[in-house]
């Protein structure tokens, strides 16, 4: 998602040429009203885990691949990184197709994580230029693309991270879109900078987010908002107080962190971090959440990297 620093990160993903493979199962599109479920049926406050890394490359060149499984019971949302929809009309996960074999494990540990209660979406886009312009510039065919792919796949939804322009109106209609095209329980989350929610900024797109939420609120289920790299903190309540004073509910905005210092500028401390949350969610008894970018680094706080997310989750209560 995503910050400058992903930006940089992702920036390097190449845009290769292999076609996206189609041969998996297509499910029906679905024809539920164009009105999103809140989804805190099975948590008040979500637990957001950015999995990008599905693999980690030794000093001697030698991949490791890294599961998701351990999310299991502690993250409510899983967001596999980044799918892009290129010029060439090629679809791709990072720099590979989604059916390249590299990831046959990912998507059967996807599944099981799914059949375990966690919903799993793609985020869409991010910091490697191209998606946006290319569904602005011919809708029906590079949605198409998406589309297909989160059916193929049977994601649960679709996080929209906009890192270049993309104005409103397409916005709002690459939304209603997904809506109509999947239903009410479908996941659409969006993945703004948080001074973009403040009012302070446009940076993800350019366009304003209070009158996104006034218009097409009702189609969205939530903002993984970026508290880092500059664009926010959560060394205390003061940067999200803002967001809800531009008229934002706290139901619908989660607080995204950065995991490890290595990843960006803006970085906090377990400690603080659980300071933070926890006077938001006594606050806000419908608090968002929190996501972490990403899953792969993260500090764990007395085990792996999915312990950051259980001290995140404990600190909500």
């Keep these: 998602m995503h910050s400058a620093c992903h930006r940089l990160r992702r920036a390097l993903l190449g845009t290769a040429t292999a076609l996206l493979a189609t041969a998996a199962t297509v499910l029906g599109p679905g024809t539920g009203p164009a009105v999103a479920k809140e989804h805190t049926a099975s948590s008040p406050h979500r637990v957001v885990a950015y999995y990008q890394?599905?693999?980690?490359?030794?000093?001697?060149?030698?991949?490791?691949?890294?599961?998701?499984?351990?999310?299991?019971?502690?993250?409510?949302?899983?967001?596999?990184?980044?799918?892009?929809?290129?010029?060439?009309?090629?679809?791709?996960?990072?720099?590979?197709?989604?059916?390249?074999?590299?990831?046959?494990?990912?998507?059967?540990?996807?599944?099981?994580?799914?059949a375990s209660g966690t919903r799993v979406s793609v985020m869409l886009g991010g910091a490697a230029q191209g998606t946006y312009a290319n569904l602005h510039r011919d809708f029906t065919k590079y949605y198409g693309l998406l589309r297909d792919t989160l059916r193929t796949y049977r994601l649960d939804g679709v996080d929209i991270d906009i890192e270049e322009t993309f104005s409103l109106a397409d916005t709002e209609h690459l939304i209603a879109q997904l809506r109509t095209d999947f239903g009410p329980d479908f996941v659409i989350s969006l993945a703004p900078v948080a001074s973009d929610l403040s009012g302070s900024t446009n940076f993800s797109g350019g366009f304003d987010y209070a009158t996104l939420e006034q218009q097409a609120g009702n189609q969205i289920s939530w903002y993984n908002a970026q508290f880092y790299c500059g664009w926010g903190s959560l060394t205390g309540t003061r940067d999200y107080d803002a967001i809800m004073n531009n008229g934002f509910r706290p139901a619908k905005v989660v607080t995204g962190a950065v995991t490890n210092p290595a990843t960006c500028g803006g970085y906090v401390d377990p400690t603080t971090?659980?300071?933070?949350?926890?006077?938001?969610?006594?606050?806000?008894?419908?608090?968002?959440?929190?996501?972490?970018?990403?899953?792969?680094?993260?500090?764990?706080?007395?085990?792996?990297?999915?312990?950051?997310?259980a001290h995140v989750k404990g600190a909500m209560g």
Aim: net charge negative; charged share 15%.
């Design 53 to 114: 890394t599905q693999y980690t490359t030794g000093s001697n060149g030698s991949k490791t691949y890294v599961s998701p499984l351990p999310l299991k019971g502690i993250a409510t949302d899983v967001e596999v990184a980044a799918l892009h929809l290129n010029d060439d009309g090629s679809v791709h996960l990072n720099d590979n197709p989604p059916a390249d074999p590299m990831f046959d494990q990912m998507w059967r540990d996807v599944a099981t994580l799914q």
């Design 273 to 309: 971090l659980a300071s933070t949350v926890g006077s938001l969610t006594a606050a806000h008894p419908d608090f968002g959440g929190v996501a972490g970018w990403e899953y792969f680094n993260a500090v764990g706080v007395g085990g792996g990297p999915e312990t950051w997310y």
